[in-house]
């Protein structure tokens, strides 16, 4: 099991930024690759941003490319989300995941991922 703690969300003014980190524990060893996914009221939930593990190759949502940056670091296996110009549209509950395999061409699906932190709740004011 991998257990998934994220941290760093909270209420930023439009054109803010916020930086979001997500702690890896348990049986971390193999890990595929890593995201964060938002889930806004009303909404299904929807993928934002991933990094595979072992070559650090990024994945991003097309409403938030040149905005958001993922990043990790393997030694802490923690995972980081540095939002930059965030927009009301942005509010959402964001969950960071671990994938233990899967392939690139499924990186942005909810099921390549088998497991999910509690999630950190955004909320962007206009």
């Known amino acids: 099991q991998v257990q998934l703690v994220e941290s760093g969300g909270g209420l930023v003014q439009a054109g803010g930024s916020l930086r979001l980190s997500c702690v890896a524990s348990?049986?971390?060893?193999?890990?595929?690759?890593m995201g964060w996914f938002r889930q806004a009221p009303g909404k299904e939930r929807e993928f934002v941003a991933a990094?595979?593990?072992?070559?650090?190759?990024?994945y991003y949502a097309e409403s938030v490319k040149g905005r958001f940056t993922i990043s990790g670091d393997t030694g802490k296996n923690t995972m980081y989300l540095q939002m930059s110009m965030l927009k009301p549209e942005d509010t959402a509950v964001y969950y960071c995941?671990?994938?233990?395999?899967?392939?690139?061409?499924?990186?942005?699906?909810?099921?390549?991922?088998?497991?999910w932190g509690r999630g950190t709740q955004v909320t962007v004011s206009s």
């Open positions: 348990g049986r971390t060893f193999g890990t595929y690759a």
């Open positions: 995941a671990a994938s233990g395999g899967g392939r690139p061409a499924d990186i942005t699906r909810t099921h390549t991922f088998g497991f």
């Open positions: 990094l595979t593990w072992s070559m650090f190759t990024k």
